[in-house]
């Protein structure tokens, strides 16, 4: 049985260092590739100038901007290429204010996918909501931010902000704590350091506290907080530092 346990151990060690090394950050212009397979069925790539490795990003929440930099956090993984990149998943781009040239390439011959609607997209209004039922416990929701960014991402947090509103209405929350985090303590990219300031924790906690509010959640019951450099999310393996961009809603019955 020990030697079984151990086994399992060194396994999951294994797989853990395995995702860390296949983890990159780099800073890079991105080039947008057209695509034959209809709208919206583009791909978008970044090319890491350290290694002259071009990498398929088109999986990331937010998508790049042309014509500015982007950082770009994620992890390698063996999924087909259909663009002409290595697919990285997870991954998080996050668009920086420096510009850089606008490129669009053709197709070229590459697949590239159709679009398709995200998992985590709410259903229209109309349709009715399955409440949660009792017992209630206190349950936290966690919604992750772009660098420098208290933009709440479209087709990417909706979901967890109604998961957390349902539960506050449902369980008739006496508290809903909204707590903003920022990396102030920041992360090295392509030669550069990437820290957030205080402030944005707390932009971050007053955005998704309004969007508490007119999602239904009581306002007397919503509590805001902030702090920087905050311990990263262990779910989130291995893209630590961007889980430290975040904000935690902690519904308490």
């Given at each position: 049985m020990r030697n079984t346990l151990f086994i399992i151990a060194a396994l999951l060690a294994a797989d853990a260092a395995s995702a860390q090394a296949d983890f990159r950050r780099f800073v890079t212009c991105p080039?947008?590739?057209?695509?034959?397979?209809?709208?919206?069925?583009?791909?978008?790539?970044?090319?890491?100038?350290?290694t002259s490795q071009r990498?398929?990003?088109?999986?990331?929440?937010?998508?790049?901007?042309a014509g500015r930099l982007m950082l770009v956090e994620g992890v390698l993984s063996n999924?087909?290429?259909?663009?002409?990149?290595?697919?990285?998943?997870?991954?998080r781009i996050s668009?920086?204010?420096?510009?850089c040239p606008e490129v669009i390439?053709?197709?070229?011959?590459?697949?590239?996918?159709?679009?398709?609607?995200?998992?985590?997209?709410?259903?229209?209004?109309?349709?009715?909501?399955?409440?949660?039922?009792?017992?209630?416990?206190?349950?936290q929701f966690h919604l992750i931010f772009d660098y420098d960014s208290?933009?709440?991402?479209?087709?990417?947090?909706?979901?967890?902000?109604?998961?957390?509103?349902?539960l506050a209405q449902a369980s008739k929350a006496r508290r809903v704590l909204v707590t903003g985090y920022a990396d102030t303590r920041g992360v090295e990219a392509?030669?550069?350091l990437y820290k957030e300031t205080l402030a944005l924790a707390k932009a971050r906690a007053e955005m998704t506290a309004e969007a508490l509010r007119r999602m239904g959640v009581p306002a007397h019951t919503l509590?805001?907080?902030?702090?920087?450099?905050?311990?990263?999310?262990?779910?989130?393996?291995?893209m630590h530092e961007p889980s430290k961009r975040r904000v935690t809603v902690t519904v308490q019955p």
């Open positions: 080039v947008y590739r057209d695509t034959d397979a209809g709208r919206k069925s583009g791909c978008w790539l970044g090319t890491q100038i350290e990498f398929d990003v088109s999986n990331s929440p937010d998508k790049p901007l999924e087909r290429d259909i663009c002409g990149g290595i697919v990285m998943q997870p991954v668009v920086l204010q420096e510009p390439i053709p197709a070229e011959g590459w697949p590239s996918k159709p679009s398709v609607t995200p998992p985590n997209v709410i259903a229209p209004l109309a349709v009715p909501r399955k409440m949660p039922q009792p017992p209630f416990e206190e349950k208290d933009f709440l991402v479209y087709q990417s947090v909706e979901l967890t902000i109604e998961n957390a509103t349902l392509s030669g550069r509590q805001v907080k902030w702090q920087g450099d905050p311990a990263p999310l262990a779910s989130e393996a291995p």
